[in-house]
């Protein structure tokens, strides 16, 4: 269990999250019938060594209810007490996200990401946050807001949600922070949040290409959620160092690692219209920097060797690898087959 009080919930994130959290995905048997936890295990000591804060476990990989909450387990025990793991509250229901987050709280979880069910259609905010009050309400953990044009709630405002209504949740006593990624390209969503409610939640801005900028203009302490890891290192080591005011230090690496940021915005672009992220290539980019890779369930995008050499080419440009570790054959199979 969590090991912070509903009252103490935002000191304890204030005092706690600070640094960068990446994403975890599940890795399979061959045959895609079980989890295989030494692969989890394997990308769960990987990330620790990277330097990462902790992890979201992601739930958009085809697991089952209770492979869920067993990867959720394997995660917490891996990563030890100095290792954070959120839950990634993305299911079909609200009673479904409500009881599989309760265990994950009981299996060790110290966090959520706050999301909806695609069924979830929203007339109004009123419907966003009833919802969002009735998750928190019942989930015992410190629970991140997230903004993002994936909800469809565009129609409801132009950040995605809107930040009278983030201010209206950050009242919530677990609610501790906003993965801020709605409003398009411009930082209007970020400015108005921060105004309203930026002494009750810590802001996160999950394209790490902009932290150089919410580090030095309002101190950005923890960015999460995302896939650092494609990057290696660098991001864990350029967000510490820019806190450490060693910004000479912290932009070398930064522009180092610009192929690989570019080359994976424009992935990211030839998929946006599926509203619904491309799993099985971030596994790719992260498999290209020594996680365990191999196949997710169905239903997952497909990989094509032109889009994953090129993920591979820029990650060697960035000086992240010396040169990819194999084929697609070999990222099928991954570093632990079972």
């Known amino acids: 269990m969590a090991s912070y009080t509903s009252e103490e919930t935002k000191d304890w994130a204030r005092a706690t999250m600070r640094g960068v959290c990446n994403v975890l995905m599940p890795s399979f048997s061959q045959d895609l019938k079980r989890l295989n936890e030494k692969a989890i295990r394997h990308d769960v000591r990987k990330c620790k060594a990277l330097g990462f804060w902790g992890s979201l476990a992601v739930s958009e990989c085809g697991t089952t209810a209770d492979e869920y909450v067993r990867f959720v387990e394997i995660a917490v025990d891996e990563g030890g007490a100095d290792f954070h793991v959120m839950v990634h509250a993305s299911f079909d229901t609200i009673d479904d996200t409500i009881r599989i987050a309760q265990a994950c709280a009981s299996a060790g979880a110290d966090t959520l990401l706050l999301s909806y069910p695609p069924t979830f259609y929203p007339a109004s905010d009123e419907d966003v946050y009833q919802y969002s009050m009735k998750v928190m309400d019942a989930v015992p953990l410190a629970t991140v807001i997230f903004a993002v044009h994936l909800w469809n709630y565009q129609r409801l405002h132009p950040a995605e949600l809107s930040p009278q209504l983030i201010a209206r949740l950050a009242d919530h006593p677990r609610a501790v922070a906003v993965k801020c ?27 790490e290409g902009t932290a150089p900028g919410h580090i030095q203009w309002f101190g950005m302490q923890w960015m999460g959620t995302s896939l650092f890891q494609y990057f290696g290192d660098a991001v864990p080591r350029y967000f510490e160092l ?6 000479e230090e912290a932009m070398q690496i930064y522009w180092r690692i610009h192929p690989a940021r570019t080359a994976r915005a424009a992935d990211t672009q ?43 080419d820029a990650a060697i440009r960035s000086r992240i690898i010396d040169k990819a570790p194999g084929t697609l054959a070999d990222f099928f199979a991954g570093r632990n087959p079972m």
Do not use: Q
């Not at 820019?242 to 910004?247: A, F, I, K, L, T």
């Not at 920097?289 to 239903?299: I, S």
């Open 181 to 207: 990624e709605g409003g398009g390209t411009g930082n209007g969503a970020h400015a108005d949040v921060l105004r309203l409610c930026g002494r009750k939640l810590l802001l996160s801005d999950p394209r």
């Open 242 to 247: 820019m806190h450490e005011n060693r910004w």
């Open 270 to 312: 030839s998929y946006a219209g599926a509203h619904f992220i491309h799993r099985a290539s971030w596994k790719y980019m992260e498999w290209l920097v020594g996680f365990n890779g191999g196949g997710l369930r169905l239903p997952t995008m497909r990989l094509n060797d032109a889009a994953t050499r090129r993920l591979a």
